[in-house]
């Protein structure tokens, strides 16, 4: 709410502040004996009233969200089904733009030319604070441009091998990587992504020494996995699920904090006596710094609204990913975190910088 502060002298004029303080208006000298002082300050804290009434009624057209990717991918189809709810729920349409590009840079240029009015959304996650550390010479600042609004979903990391592996649990695995520095092989995809970084960030955690080979695609490393020709593989748990279910390949353990209700008998890394080793792929949608605060509150009440739906989290789990709704405080904690958490990874492993 906006509070009126009135100032008046018979030299000067008026002058009109409004609390917090975004415009201060001066109005020329006037007979202040004539007008009746209560009159006088109804009309003009009418005038502190206008943002206030526009931040209430929001949103009062479409909103259009930026992703930075082509349509088709799971990052594509989880905006699309928690949008759809987020619509209904608002009484607005929210318009999906894609615009793929590398590490979203595209998208989130389109971001921050846009008002900070709250009609403009980018979604973003993971692979964002990567970028933050990842890309030189960026564009923008993912933290002092933006501000996260709300998580939609996520999916972990899970560490698979051969049906056939040498390695039954990953205490084995770890035992023998440090009786054989060097000897063990970690597939990932490509170098700087999430996986890649994953398991740069294993070899840190688990205190071996190890070989990482980036492959171009998760069809590519599977393949690796399947043959033998890595030790281990390194990938998000919707390439590979039914790959495990059907006995191709075998999961070791799977990076969260908890067992995925699609592969309950999979032990967490925690449970495998690896502790502090939990890598995510998440979804969520950033806005404009200096958004007004009441708007992001009603963003973020209708995403989360929409993330728990039950319909939204069937399609989400379908899809092998898991509803994951937080408030707009903790998913800018979250970012500011995965920036500083994948930043140790890349300036450790010596990840080429772009």
């Known amino acids: 709410m906006h509070h009126a502060l009135f100032t008046s002298t018979h030299d000067t004029g008026i002058t009109l502040e409004c609390r917090p303080k975004e415009t201060a208006v001066t109005f020329p000298p006037l007979r202040i004996g004539r007008i009746p002082h209560v009159l006088l300050a109804a009309a ?21 969200m930026y992703l930075p990717y082509g349509p088709g991918g799971v990052g594509d189809l989880t905006a699309r089904i928690v949008t759809q709810k987020v619509s209904e729920i608002l009484g607005q349409q929210i318009v999906i733009d894609n615009k793929p590009s590398a590490g979203g840079v ?43 609004v709300a998580v939609m979903s996520k ?35 490509n170098v700087g992504s999430s996986q890649h970084l994953g ?29 033998g020709d890595i030790d281990v593989g390194f990938d998000f748990v919707p390439p590979m699920l039914s790959s495990i279910k059907s006995g191709a390949i075998r999961a070791l353990a799977i990076a969260a904090d908890g067992r995925n209700a699609n592969l309950p008998d999979v032990p967490t890394t925690a449970e495998s006596g690896l502790d502090g080793y939990v890598v995510a792929s998440w979804n969520g949608v950033s806005i404009r710094q200096g958004t007004p605060r009441p708007i992001i509150e009603k963003l973020n009440k209708a995403f989360v609204e929409a993330v728990n739906s039950p319909e939204v989290g069937q399609k989400l789990r379908e899809m ?28 450790k492993a010596n990840v080429p910088i772009n």
């Open 199 to 227: 398991a740069e960030l294993f070899k840190s955690v688990a205190d071996i020494k190890a070989e990482t080979i980036p492959y171009k695609t998760s069809a590519a490393l599977l393949t690796g996995v399947r043959s």
């Open 320 to 347: 092998n990913s898991e509803p994951y709704a937080l408030s707009a405080d903790e998913s800018r904690a979250l970012m500011k975190a995965d920036i500083a958490k994948w930043k140790a990874v890349i300036e």
């Open 44 to 64: 003009l804290t009418a005038t502190c009233s206008l943002p206030a009434a526009a931040q209430q009624n929001y949103p009062q057209r479409p909103i259009r």
């Open 155 to 189: 999916f972990n990391l899970i560490l698979t091998v051969k049906p056939d592996s040498r390695f039954h649990n990953l205490k084995e695995l770890i035992a023998y990587a440090k009786a054989n520095p060097g000897k063990l092989s970690l597939g990932t995809t």
């Open 106 to 148: 595209q998208s989130f240029q389109a971001g921050l030319q846009a008002a900070a009015d709250g009609y403009t959304l980018v979604q973003g996650g993971n692979g964002t604070a990567i970028t933050q550390t990842l890309v030189k010479d960026l564009p923008y600042n993912i933290v002092d441009d933006f501000t996260q």
